[in-house]
């Protein structure tokens, strides 16, 4: 009986190699798809500046199998980034969950922060009762409500991030599969 002798023509290292960059790209594949449907789609636009602001991260291989990349918003660029995100407030997703103060600028009291140092609190109420001492009746702020503070709610969250990844994960697990099978083909 003749033996049969099998050549192999990849080395287990090639292989191990088209997997790690197969998986490199497929990842920032599916990764920039999430990137373009959240900043195009899902993320809320009032300025366009938060949509603009969402950044796409480098692909990490984390362990054998195992790809990883990041996108999302720097919050020291974009402070209300994580509370259209997460939510804040009453309606926080992690964290003490409590309304939260908002003083005026010039009326803070000491180891208080304001959004606005040199603001007022002032606000437009078409029906609120004219006869409230916030109520300015002259001045810069004629026909408004102005305050020392205000007790805030807090948003809701909008999930544009999250959202952008469950709307393209279909797609995305097809680009990421597609980058693999290329790159293990060629190696």
Do not use: C
Not at 7 to 33: E, N
Not at 130 to 140: E, L, M, N, R
């Amino acid at each position: 009986m003749a033996k049969a002798e099998f050549k192999r023509s990849k080395g287990k290292a090639r292989i191990a190699q088209g997997f790690i960059r197969g998986g490199y790209k497929g990842i920032l594949a599916w990764g920039m798809l999430a990137w373009k449907h959240a900043r195009e789609v899902t993320a809320p636009v009032d300025t366009a500046h938060l949509a603009t602001s969402i950044q796409l991260g480098e692909p990490i291989y984390e362990a054998p199998g195992k790809f990883r990349i990041d996108f999302g918003v720097d919050i020291k660029l974009v402070p209300y980034a994580r509370a259209q995100e997460m939510g804040s407030g009453l309606y926080a997703e992690f964290g003490e969950k409590k309304k939260i103060t908002i003083w005026a600028g010039a009326l803070n009291p000491a180891g208080t922060n304001s959004l606005h140092p040199k603001r007022a609190l002032s606000f437009s109420w078409p029906s609120g009762p004219k006869d409230h001492p916030a109520y300015q009746t002259g001045g810069p702020h004629a026909g408004k409500f102005v305050f020392a503070k205000i007790e805030h709610p807090g948003v809701r969250p909008k999930r544009y991030l999250r959202r952008a990844l469950d709307e393209t994960k279909d797609q995305g697990k097809r680009v990421f599969l597609e980058a693999l099978k290329a790159e293990l083909q060629s190696s």
